[in-house]
């Protein structure tokens, strides 16, 4: 039992210190709330959470490759605009509107990865590039915020299973679990994890580099259009000026998580963690009555406490694969 414990501590330490820290701060938070720890009170907190963990799940899917999306804010405006424009009416209409949605992003995604595979170019230069072309389609879409979204959905997925657990907390997990989780068991997917590790050593293994870069592009893109669809099912409307803090905070949740942003290790789940971590900082901040200008001072703390924990792992290894083990 000792020696399970502590390679599970070996491998997702990063990950059951972000669980640890997210169970404090949930207690704190539900402790200091009015309504304590009601079904709605969990519900509105894992809600606020759901777009953010999201993106960040996409994020980590791309930075697995030693790469980075700063696009997926933008991407998430426009998957949200184009959402305010198809995702209502008969059923049908609503399901393709969805599908078209879902589409679009992993489209905007899958340029990216094309851009910096075949364009040779650095990723964080790419995708600021398109990031501010996909911000510009949003606003063509939505020049301003409006639009109307399926109201029958939106309460479906923004409520609770009876009474019980909220449904976002469900959809996220499953989403992350069920898409990357079969992705992971594929070709593509242990490629994805092993041009973070050693991208040489995959290349000359004949892996598809290219193919997995693409394609972690590309659920990136997928994931940051879902994150864009549950807002709009959150604000039944689009608004194309909403993806500019969930790009950085997307991040933010990648390292508080525990993945290394040196690519190759971490954990789609840490991710969802961190990025509850940081909706759960900002509700603290609300109700404890601090100003919200101070919410960027305790969020910066932790993202400098977290990048300070992953840079002494790396620099108290003397073999890099060391940190893929």
Known sequence: MTLIRARVLRHHGRTVFAVGALAVLLAIFLSIHPKGASIGVLTAWSNQGAALALLAVGQTIVVFTRGIDLSVGPTMALANCVASVVVDGPPGQVAAGVVLVLAIGAACGAINGLVVVVGRIQPIIATLATGAIYSGLALIV?????????EALSDIVTGNVLGLMPTSLIVMLL???VIWGTVRRTQTGRTMLAVGSAESSAYMSGLPVDRAKIGAYALGGLFASLGGLFLGF???GGDPSI??????????????????LTGGAG????SITGALILRTISSLIFFTGLPPQAQPLFEGAVLVIAVGLGVTRVIGIRNRMELYQ
């Open 142 to 150: 939505r020049p301003a915020p409006g639009g109307n979204i399926d």
């Open 175 to 177: 989403l992350a679990a």
């Open 234 to 236: 959150q604000t039944l």
């Open 243 to 260: 993806g500019l803090p969930y790009t950085l905070n997307s991040i933010a949740a990648v390292v508080v998580g525990g993945t290394l």
């Open 267 to 270: 954990s789609v789940f840490g």
